[in-house]
């Protein structure tokens, strides 16, 4: 749980809500948290939902607020900032799910010592089974980067990162479920094409990954051990995955995500000028 009582939302969009519902679950009151969001009909959706406050004023919501998330595009960070910069609260903590954006472009644009945090969720953080990352800005202490990790813990798994690996995170975590959403996909149709129905197909498929997954986590195994549990010499795994390696699958997915890498890299490049 969390000491945090007043906390500003800046951008009520799906991401947005995600965290606003985590940290909710974390202990800050309801009552407790403002979220700056400009179209009218969302602003009173998120109301009736969680029963916090709601604002088109940026300024106006973190003006005390002990904690601000912003969760707006990256393309509208730089004019969020320059809003509620002169009315921060003296040692207020900024996190930022904003994708691409260094610590340094918050720090140059807020108060001088603002702490800031950089944090990089994926999309199963909406369902409370996420995978994200948490990177300290020049000013944060472990204070800081444990409160972050404690106000976002219901979005599933939090772990602290230095900034300079924020770019492999989102190529791994950040992009990873668009690649789980891949291979299901795939296998599904290998399922059609054998003869299933794609309904029946895609059920076994989701529930297989679901249950590897499970496994996994249940006996504490490296993926290897638990891979060569499953094959058995000279029998169907072992054609299926000769026939993976054959075809370099493991190779492009490394590939994958050293092209995410990149493009996160130059992402930032455009977006900080």
């Known amino acids: 749980m969390t000491d945090v009582s007043r ?13 606003l519902a985590a940290v909710v679950r974390a202990g800050v009151p309801a009552d407790g948290v403002t979220v700056c969001e400009k179209r009218a009909e969302r602003a009173q ?3 009736r939902t969680h029963g916090v406050r709601t604002t088109a004023d940026a300024a106006e ?3 005390d607020a002990e904690v601000v998330v912003v969760a707006v595009k990256p393309g509208d960070v730089g004019g969020v900032l320059r809003e509620i910069a002169p009315a921060l609260a ?5 996190m930022s799910v904003a994708a691409g954006l260094s610590a340094s472009f918050y720090e140059r644009q807020l108060p001088a010592g603002t702490p800031v945090l950089r944090v ?4 199963p953080a909406l369902v409370g089974a996420g995978a994200t990352a948490v990177a300290p800005g020049a000013a944060a202490t472990p204070d800081h980067v444990r409160t972050g990790t404690e106000l976002l813990a219901a979005t ?3 772990v602290a990162v230095a900034e300079k690996d924020m770019d492999a995170v989102t190529a791994i975590s950040g ?6 959403f891949a291979l299901v996909d795939a296998l599904a149709e290998a399922g059609v094409l054998l003869g299933l129905t794609r309904d029946r197909a895609l059920e076994l498929v989701t529930a297989t990954f679901r249950g590897a997954v499970a496994l996994m986590d249940d006996t504490g195994d490296h993926p290897v051990l638990l891979r060569e549990r499953v094959t058995s010499p000279g029998g169907t795994t072992a054609a299926g995955l000769r026939e993976l390696d054959a ?11 050293v092209a995410a890498r990149d493009r996160s890299r130059s992402l930032s490049a455009e977006l900080e000028g």
């Open 247 to 257: 075809r370099g699958v493991r190779a492009a997915v490394v590939a994958a995500a």
């Open 45 to 47: 959706e998120l109301e």
């Open 7 to 19: 906390l500003a939302l800046l951008g009520g969009g799906v991401m947005g809500e995600a965290v």
């Open 120 to 123: 990089m969720p994926n999309t």
């Open 156 to 158: 599933g798994l939090v």
């Open 61 to 63: 919501a973190v003006r």
């Open 175 to 180: 992009s990873g479920p668009a690649y789980v």
């Open 90 to 94: 003296d040692g207020a903590l900024l």
